[in-house]
C-alpha cells in the first residue's frame, strides 16, 4: 500500500529538471547565435570584395571600378581615384588575379577592412563602406582600435587552416 507522502516533492524535481532544461537551452542558443553573428556579420562587405575579384578575372573592368562608388569612366568618375590609375592598379597590366579568396574580415568603425589572397597578385587589402558597399584602400593596416573577439576567432580559424597567424602589428 502506497504511503500518503510517497510523491512529495516530486512536482520540485520536475519543476527543476525543466528549470535547467531551459537554461540549458538558452545557453547554447545564446553561443550559437553570437558565433554565428561573429562568423557573418561582415558577410555582405566580403560578399562585394568577392565580387569585385569576379569581374576583375572576367575583364569587366568598368564594372569593377562602379564598385569604387563611381560610374562610368566618362560619366562620373572618382574624384580621388581616376579610372587610369584604376586601370595600372587592377587592369590587364597589373599583375593578373587568377584566383582571389577572402581571408579574413575586419569590422572597424562604418567599414570592413578586408584581406584577399589574389593568386599571382598578392594579397591585397580592400576597406568596403558598410553602408554603401562601395570599395576603397583601407585607410589603416588593421583597425587601430583592435578587436579582441575579432583576434580570438582570427586566430583560432588560422590555426585550423594550418596558416600562420599575423602579429597583431599587421
Known amino acids: 500500500m502506497a504511503g500518503y507522502l510517497d510523491h512529495y516533492g516530486a512536482g520540485e524535481e520536475r519543476r527543476e529538471k525543466i528549470t535547467r532544461r531551459i537554461v540549458i537551452i538558452a545557453v547554447v542558443?545564446?553561443?550559437?547565435?553570437?558565433?554565428?553573428?561573429?562568423?557573418?556579420?561582415?558577410?555582405?562587405?566580403?560578399?562585394?570584395?568577392?565580387?569585385?575579384?569576379?569581374?576583375?578575372?572576367?575583364h569587366n573592368y568598368q564594372e569593377a571600378y562602379t564598385l569604387w562608388g563611381c560610374t562610368t569612366p566618362d560619366a562620373r568618375?572618382?574624384?580621388?581615384?581616376?579610372?587610369?590609375?584604376?586601370?595600372?592598379?587592377?587592369?590587364?597590366?597589373?599583375?593578373?588575379?587568377?584566383?582571389?579568396?577572402?581571408?579574413?574580415?575586419?569590422?572597424?568603425?562604418?567599414?570592413?577592412?578586408?584581406?584577399?589572397?589574389?593568386?599571382?597578385a598578392g594579397e591585397k587589402k580592400l576597406w568596403v563602406e558598410r553602408e554603401s558597399h562601395f570599395l576603397g584602400f583601407p585607410p589603416f593596416e588593421r583597425c587601430p582600435q583592435g578587436n579582441r573577439i575579432h583576434d580570438f576567432f582570427r586566430n583560432i580559424?588560422?590555426?585550423?587552416?594550418?596558416?600562420?597567424?599575423p602579429s597583431s602589428g599587421s
Request: charged share 30%; with cysteine.
Open 77 to 120: 568618375p572618382c574624384h580621388d581615384y581616376p579610372y587610369t590609375d584604376f586601370m595600372k592598379d587592377w587592369g590587364p597590366d597589373a599583375a593578373p588575379v587568377n584566383r582571389s579568396e577572402v581571408l579574413d574580415g575586419e569590422s572597424c568603425g562604418s567599414g570592413v577592412i578586408v584581406d584577399v589572397d589574389a593568386g599571382q
Open 29 to 58: 542558443v545564446l553561443a550559437v547565435g553570437g558565433i554565428g553573428y561573429a562568423a557573418l556579420k561582415d558577410y555582405p562587405e566580403e560578399r562585394q570584395v568577392r565580387r569585385f575579384f569576379d569581374l576583375l578575372r572576367s
Open 157 to 165: 580559424r588560422f590555426r585550423l587552416q594550418g596558416r600562420p597567424i
